[in-house]
């Protein structure tokens, strides 16, 4: 009973894939410090960050 209990009780037992760095090898959680990939990602989420930090009095005139 206990088998059908791991095949049915836990249905979250699949293994989440890891994404692996075309760049580093690694998997995307832990790409190496020189991953171009990685620089790329840390760039784009400084980006996104000063965009939003910086959104002026135009923004939540628009989302209102
Ligand atoms: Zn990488």
Same mark, same amino acid.
């Given at each position: 009973?206990?088998?059908?209990?791991?095949?049915?009780?836990? !249905?979250?037992?699949?293994?989440? $894939?890891?994404?692996?760095?075309?760049?580093?090898?690694?998997?995307? %959680?832990?790409?190496?410090?020189?991953?171009?990939?990685?620089? !790329?990602?840390?760039?784009?989420? $400084?980006?996104?960050?000063?965009?939003?930090?910086?959104?002026?009095? %135009?923004?939540?005139?628009?989302?209102?």
């Amino acid at each position: 009973m206990s088998l059908l209990k791991r095949m049915f009780g836990n !249905g979250t037992a699949q293994k989440p $894939r890891v994404r692996i760095c075309v760049e580093c090898g690694m998997p995307v %959680a832990e790409h190496r410090d020189w991953c171009s990939i990685l620089r !790329g990602q840390r760039e784009m989420e $400084r980006a996104a960050a000063a965009r939003s930090a910086q959104a002026g009095p %135009a923004s939540p005139a628009k989302s209102s």
